[in-house]
């Protein structure tokens, strides 16, 4: 399976060259990783939704992934999109220096990445907890959640 996915349409939602990641907004890790790439992120390269949004789900049933069970992230860019190990691997190239290093992680196959990128998505309302409902982003934030018509 290649690093990205292609589509033969442009993602819904997304401006020509913008960068998504679509992230479970009840759990608490997968908010804990929205709030770092809002904290590091500071060219605002990268947009954000959760996959219970409205936003979300459209782009999730553009990329053909399942809507009502999430068990990994996804990045979203054009026509592409990258899943598992691949899509953190893709947004932490996106942030500036010293995180675009974390690509070394590229050594290890996919395989190897995926399966434990698997064992901590599968596991993650276990070890980190989950919230009842998404949370809603602070206006400071809510700018870089992803909103308006596809």
């Known amino acids: 399976m290649p690093a990205s996915l292609t589509r033969p349409t442009p993602a819904p939602y997304l401006a020509p060259d913008e960068t998504v990641v679509l992230f ?8 804990g990783w929205a709030k770092f790439l809002i904290r590091y992120d500071g060219d605002h390269r990268v947009r954000l939704a959760t996959v219970q949004s409205e936003e979300g789900q459209a782009l999730l049933a553009w990329a053909g992934l399942p809507v ?3 068990d990994t992230m996804a990045v979203i ?5 990258w899943v598992r190990s691949d899509a953190f691997v893709e947004v932490i190239s996106r942030l500036p220096a010293p995180w675009p290093y974390l690509q070394v992680l590229k050594v290890f196959p996919r395989w190897l ?4 990128y698997d064992r901590i998505a599968l596991n993650r309302y276990r070890l980190f907890g989950q919230y009842d409902v998404c949370l809603m982003p602070t206006q400071d934030h809510e700018r870089r959640f992803l909103k308006g018509q596809p």
């Open 24 to 31: 479970d907004g009840v759990c608490k890790l997968c908010n």
């Open 68 to 70: 009502d069970t999430f």
């Open 77 to 81: 860019r054009d026509r592409q999109y």
């Open 113 to 116: 990445r995926d399966w434990v």
